[in-house]
């Protein structure tokens, strides 16, 4: 069963099956759907007697089947939300899921188990057999974000622009909650059935998302400067220190400088990697399941080039697979612009360390002058105004 199909389910009050598993690795949306569940199921004044939570990794299983031997004196249906049953051992994990299998038939009884990982999914739905629906909950991919926001828009009574849209996830990120929670706040400002404008999402909503290091040196990767200064400026503001910012970056121009010098020198051993990684540059904005197992294929083909390098070479360019995606940024800029960067790399390094009067400032000037070299061909300002020794 998808998503969409439980939705309708609950909608119309048609599950029909005592134990639910509510899979994948979005939990805004599982919580969504078992709260869905309850304003569904069980009327509100029976709630606190109908509806529980047990975290198995606190709670014991004989909590459980005591609850399930107990009764209510009202007509609302009982549900068990299970979270955390990773928690138990295996063979006393076994034992549970074995003895709810073999519990005669639940009425008015739903238990919703909420687990994350794949094997305890399939362990889940392998001792439970037909009487478990598994429903898997993802975010949705990156080229389906869009007309996503633009459907819980709808459920909210408001209509949303897909430019408005994107000045949401702009704002937002990739956080469903914080998403709906403002969409909530938006269709409000219009009135049902009004539209949701760039301009209102540009006054109404602040900047939300919560940038990280890695978010900034991303951007610097990809070259997207205003993203980049953006980022640079919310890091500070929550109290990040300008060197903090500033070594990652560095440390992630000498990764690309290192690849392209070892490029000129040795292109028999890295031109093949090379082209792999443009592949993977290609991928970017793309989180379908192709592009998912292209991606995944070409980091694996990566890696196996690089096995059969000098270990010493093996270990400087690619420690880890993982970092393959991140080193593909290396091919957004060229062998040239490193070289002639690098003096002045040293230049604002020296720059950082005497205490700028406007760190904010002189951190996005000098990432802009990485990022976009032709816009500054003059020394900026704040450079000329810190003696460099």
């Known amino acids: 069963m998808d998503v969409a199909s439980l939705e309708a389910a609950i909608k119309a009050r048609a599950l029909d099956l005592p134990f639910y598993l509510f899979a994948g690795t979005e939990e805004f949306l599982k919580e969504r759907a078992c709260e869905r569940l309850v304003q569904a199921y069980v009327a509100p004044e029976d709630v606190a007697d109908n509806v529980h939570r047990l975290d198995l990794g606190v709670s014991d299983e004989a909590d459980l089947f005591a609850g399930l031997g107990s009764f ?5 249906p009982r549900i068990f939300l299970l979270t955390n049953l990773d928690a138990l051992p295996t063979a006393r994990r076994a034992a549970f899921l074995d003895r709810l299998a073999g519990l005669p038939s639940l009425e008015r009884t739903f238990l919703i188990f909420l687990a994350g990982e794949a094997g305890l999914a399939a362990e889940v739905m392998r001792r439970l057999g037909a009487r478990c629906e598994r429903v898997d909950f993802w975010a949705p991919f990156e080229n389906q974000m869009i007309p996503w926001i633009q459907k819980e828009a709808r459920e909210a009574g408001a209509i949303i622009t897909a430019e408005a849209a994107e000045e949401l996830l702009d704002k937002t990120g990739h956080d469903l909650r914080l998403i709906v929670q403002e969409l909530g706040k938006l269709a409000l400002q219009v009135g049902k059935g009004g539209t949701i404008t760039p301009a209102l999402v540009e006054t109404a909503v602040g900047y939300l998302r919560q940038d990280s290091v890695f978010d900034l040196v991303d951007a610097v990767g990809r070259r997207d400067a205003p993203r980049a200064l953006r980022i640079a400026e ?9 060197l903090r910012l500033w070594f990652p970056v560095v440390s992630a121009l000498r990764e690309f400088r290192l690849l392209h010098d070892l490029a000129a020198d040795r292109p028999d051993l890295v031109t093949p990697v090379t082209d792999r990684l443009r592949s993977i540059l290609r991928l970017h904005g793309r989180s379908d399941y192709k592009a998912n197992q292209e991606r995944k294929t070409l980091i694996d083909q990566i890696q196996q080039l690089v096995a059969d390098w000098p270990p ?3 270990e400087a360019i690619l420690p880890n697979p993982r970092k393959a995606r991140h080193l ?3 091919l957004n800029y060229t062998r040239r612009e490193l070289i002639e960067l690098w003096p002045r790399l040293l230049e604002m390094d020296a720059a950082f360390k005497t205490t700028p009067v406007s760190e904010v400032l002189f951190l996005q000037e000098c990432l802009l002058e990485i990022i976009a070299p032709p816009a500054l061909r003059q020394r900026p300002p704040a450079l000329e105004a810190i003696p460099l020794e």
């Open 328 to 330: 593909a940024q290396a």
């Open 234 to 242: 919310n890091l500070m503001h929550q109290g990040q220190a300008a």
């Open 312 to 314: 010493l070479l093996a």
């Open 72 to 76: 209510t004196f009202n007509e609302s």
